[in-house]
């Protein structure tokens, strides 16, 4: 899978667990709820003050080193 910011966070989350933590370190604690899941990585970047590109590098980052 690679991600982009236009990713949906839930689609990432389905695929891959293990990224979870990399949304709980942004600050984005409400994994489990349907608005946050239906948001791209840069809707959910724009509200928490986070850089998209970073974050959408560490997931991609992850993803490919496993």
């Known amino acids: 899978m690679e991600i982009t ?3 949906i966070i839930g689609d990432i989350l389905d695929t ?6 990399f949304f709980l370190e942004m600050g ?3 994994l489990g709820c349907p608005a946050s899941r239906g948001e791209t990585i ?3 970047c724009m509200v928490h003050g986070v850089d998209a590109d970073a974050l959408v ?3 991609n980052q992850h ?3 496993k």
């Open 16 to 21: 891959d667990p293990s990224t979870a933590p």
């Open 63 to 65: 993803i490919q080193g």
């Open 5 to 7: 910011k236009n990713t």
């Open 42 to 44: 840069e809707q959910a």
């Open 57 to 59: 590098s560490k997931l």
């Open 28 to 30: 984005m604690h409400c």
